[in-house]
């Protein structure tokens, strides 16, 4: 299947917008949307090592460029991982990336997928449209701009719960208009 990356930033632009932004499931994601300090970048990659490049190149670009023009970064992959077992494989090698080149507690990197599905949940729980995004997504933050805004944030702890019963609420219709691409 051959994937248009300027459709794929789109469909993710909207996702940000319509999904994180619009219910509010990432109430820090807002300030830098509204700034145009979201990175859109669509990797080519179609294996592990290009794909591995390609994040350490966005994770030196992250960390070299100031917070006001760059806030955060979605690294959106298209071509590769369309298979959550084989995404959440990936992920190890990740984390192993983010070792060697010392970016723990400086950037992490949280997952998105269309297959998404937490540990322990069945692949059709509501709850797992949280991190159900239009294509596989490596969402590059800052470690300190989390921290300082988690730190300014009331019920930090309660959004995961806060969010679940969000989807929970949500009806067939708002499913089908906020997550097209699982319908499709």
Known sequence: MKFDPKLAESETRSWLV???????????ASKPHR?????????????????LEDLQKELCLLAETPIDQIETTLLIVPHFLHDFYEYNQFLEWV??????????????????HPDYCFAGTEPEDAENLTNRA???????IREDRLE???????????IP????????????K???????????
Not at 18 to 28: I, S, Y
Not at 161 to 172: C, G, R
Not at 174 to 184: A, E, I, T
């Open 35 to 51: 700034a145009g300090a979201v990175r859109f970048i669509c990797s080519k990659a179609t294996k592990e090592e290009v794909l």
């Open 161 to 172: 719960e806060t969010n679940i019963a969000k989807m929970n609420q949500l009806s067939p």
């Open 95 to 112: 984390d192993r990336l983010l070792r060697r080149e010392n970016w723990e507690g400086v950037i992490q990197v949280a997952s998105f």
């Open 18 to 28: 319509d999904v994180v932004v619009g219910l509010n499931l990432c109430p820090f």
């Open 148 to 158: 300082e805004v988690l730190a300014k944030h009331p019920d930090s702890d309660q």
């Open 174 to 184: 708002d499913k089908q208009r906020l997550f097209p691409y699982l319908f499709g």
């Open 134 to 140: 239009p294509y596989p997504t490596l969402h590059l």
